[in-house]
T-cell receptor, first 113, second 115 residues
Framework: QQQVKQSPQSLIVQKGGISIINCAYE??????FPWYQQFPGKGPALLIA?????SEKKEGRFTISFNKSAKQFSLHIMDSQPGDSATYFC????????????FGSGTKLNVKP | DGGITQSPKYLFRKEGQNVTLSCEQN?????MYWYRQDPGQGLRLIYY???????QKGDIAEGYSVSREKKESFPLTVTSAQKNPTAFYLC??????????????FGQGTRLTVV
């Protein structure tokens, strides 16, 4: 079953608007939550990441909000630009003896000019 | 430049043929991974390796095989037993152990098509 559930599957936002992508998980062994951005035909690139002991992390126009009790986290893209149009994946990592990453199903973002 | 190099970028396979996808990294990462990406399904883990000469099956290992003879190399073979191999394949690496904040870094992918 999907360890990390991501929504929406696709998103259309006007230039300058806020894009919001949500993810949820059940496994309390997850200890690190990166977000990736992927352009067509390319590999995913790390965008921003957060630990569960932090409720919010901001880097430029990108912000992760994290709700540990609800096991939910979200990516907010402020002042969305056409160049942000890409597929976004949330991910979760299990700690322990090995880094193992689980990915959401992806959100295709289209920012209209 | 440090990074992960996948080759080839495009690969065509005939029915019943085995093909090997190359993945090389110069990041000095211990852990390496292979993911398969299909539209609308995100990334699914095929195999992963923590150290040389050791690897583990992921969620969809059937029809695939790997080797890890060198730290920097983790080739993936798609065998004829994989009935639906057409997909985008991504190789990744990360620092191990898991005690540090670490992410997976990805190559640019190989698109495999059955002809």
């Amino acid at each position: 079953q999907q360890q990390v559930k991501q929504s929406p599957q696709s998103l259309i936002v006007q230039k300058g608007g806020i894009s919001i992508i949500n993810c949820a998980y059940e496994n309390t062994a997850f200890d690190y939550f990166p977000w990736y951005q992927q352009f067509p035909g390319k590999g995913p690139a790390l965008l921003i990441a957060i630990r569960p002991d932090v409720s919010e992390k901001k880097e430029g126009r990108f912000t992760i909000s994290f709700n540990k009790s609800a096991k939910q986290f979200s990516l907010h893209i402020m002042d969305s630009q056409p160049g942000d149009s890409a597929t976004y994946f949330c991910a979760a990592r299990t700690a322990g003896n090995f880094n193992k990453f689980y990915f959401g199903s992806g959100t295709k973002l289209n920012v209209k000019p | 430049d440090g990074g992960i190099t996948q080759s080839p970028k495009y690969l065509f396979r005939k029915e019943g043929q085995n093909v090997t996808l190359s993945c090389e990294q110069n990041l000095n990462h211990d852990a390496m991974y292979w993911y398969r990406q299909d539209p609308g399904q995100g990334l699914r883990l095929i195999y992963y390796s923590q150290i040389v000469n050791d690897f583990q099956k992921g969620d969809i290992a059937e029809g695939y095989s790997v080797s890890r003879e060198k730290k920097e190399s983790f080739p993936l073979t798609v065998t004829s037993a994989q009935k639906n191999p057409t997909a985008f394949y991504l190789c990744a690496s990360s620092i191990a152990p898991a005690a540090v904040n670490t992410e997976a870094f990805f190559g640019q992918g190989t698109r495999l098509t059955v002809v």
